[in-house]
């Protein structure tokens, strides 16, 4: 069955959707689909994502800060394409401005739905408006992503300048007020400008949210507290947004967890959020008898794995590492990387535990370098905070021994 196939009659089991019937087909794969409306010109992107998404109201806060920073880094990278912005300065360096022009969590049918319009592109002779939906399921995230762009830029914006100051005389083009008052990008107007491409993204959307019969057939359920790890053998809470996505395992190790935080992919930019990963390292081995010596064993090994990285694709790698001071015979290293990958430099966090059992544990955040290593060093207390090793009786017996497998996709292709 092919994935189309398969979000018409609901055989994927997660969400059963009829599509627009003016949707043609451009190419399928097996996670997505391309189309293009014959009606509107308009050019989707239908897929589904291993990253979870959990728009619970506690972690919107963070959701809409991330959502912010993707679109601005998305919104430069773009701007920086264009030949005659060499010398220019793009607006998201003005605080006052977000390529941001919506953002909000819809309930359909009792079901929370992230829908996102941005602006890639705002300049004379170029607009470009991207709209997205995100749909949780129970093991995946779906994305609906539509956008639309015109050469001819202002006219919107003109033509209710003009009106408003025409209705209220006494304002100028130097009043504060102006400009406020003047949201040309609010739905109301979207009927007098119904070929401008913010109203093209914005009924595309509806049509999908309202007129596609769309049907949640199993919903994401959040989670909280902590997340028991028998692959791992350990247990940890990951801070908020971050949810556990085990369909990764069947790709990667199985004694490595990840936990995600799912949102809009960038056209343009190559920044990527933070990845959360616990590992268990089963292949390795401690030697050393001394905890001295094991601590020093403990930081060549993550000097040596992480340098390995160059074997995956990684270039230009940099480490530092830190031994914490041995306390209850406890054996921990710190580890920081920074590393260029598929266009982009990203870095990573870790800590490096070995337990009372010589047992050899990885904890890590990952990100793009947009991303503050302060923050993820925030995340990385959270995890530590509330680590743990499982008991033999917490362990399902099938799994107390995880045998050793090698990845079989490179890590860092999964932190888009």
């Not at 997340?227 to 556990?244: D, E, K, S």
Request: aromatic share 8%; with cysteine; charged share 25%.
């Amino acid at each position: 069955m092919s994935f189309l196939n398969d979000l018409k009659t609901g055989n994927n089991q997660t969400l059963k959707i009829s599509l627009p019937k003016s949707l043609q087909l451009e190419d399928e794969f097996p996670l997505g689909a391309r189309l293009n409306d014959r009606k509107t010109g308009l050019s989707w992107h239908v897929g589904r994502s291993m990253g979870m998404l959990d728009l619970s109201p506690e972690n919107r806060e963070s959701i809409f800060e991330n959502l912010e920073l993707i679109a601005a880094s998305d919104f430069d990278a773009y701007f920086e394409t264009l030949d005659e912005n060499k010398e220019k300065t793009s607006r998201t360096k003005s605080e006052q401005w977000s390529p941001i022009i919506q953002k909000e969590v819809i309930d359909v049918d009792g079901h929370k739905i992230l829908s996102i319009i941005r602006r890639l592109s705002y300049q004379p002779g170029s607009e470009v408006v991207i709209g997205d939906l995100l749909i949780p399921t129970s093991d995946t995230t779906y994305m609906f992503t539509v956008h639309a762009g015109t050469n001819t830029t202002g006219y919107r914006e003109s033509v209710l300048m003009s009106k408003l100051l025409a209705s209220e005389p006494e304002l100028n083009l130097d009043d504060k007020e102006l400009f406020a008052k003047n949201n040309s990008d609010d739905e109301k107007y979207d009927d007098e400008f119904a070929e401008h491409p913010l109203s093209l993204v914005r009924n595309a959307l509806k049509r999908i949210l309202y007129h596609s019969k769309l049907k949640v057939l199993s919903p994401y359920q959040p989670t909280t507290g902590e997340v028991i790890l028998p692959n791992v053998g350990c247990a940890i809470q990951p801070p908020q947004q971050f949810v556990h996505a085990p369909i990764y395992t069947m790709m990667m190790s199985p004694t490595l967890a990840m936990f995600t935080q799912k949102l809009i992919e960038p056209f343009v930019s190559t920044i990527s959020l933070c990845g959360l990963n616990v590992w268990q390292l089963t292949d390795e081995r401690i030697n050393a008898t001394e905890p001295s010596s094991q601590l020093d064993e403990l930081e060549a090994l993550a000097i040596e794995t992480l340098n390995k990285w160059e074997d995956e694709g990684a270039e230009n790698i940099r480490v530092q590492t830190k031994k914490y001071a041995l306390t209850n015979n406890e054996r921990k290293v710190e580890s920081y990387v920074v590393f260029d990958v598929q266009n982009r430099t990203s870095h990573a966090l870790a800590i490096w535990l070995l337990d009372e059992q010589m047992r050899i544990f990885r904890i890590d955040v990952s990100a793009s370098t947009k991303v503050p290593v302060e923050k993820m060093r925030g995340f990385l207390q959270v995890m530590m905070n509330s680590f743990r090793v499982l008991r033999p009786d917490e362990i399902p017996q099938e799994k107390a021994k995880p045998q050793p497998q090698s990845p079989t996709k490179k890590w860092w292709q999964f932190w888009k």
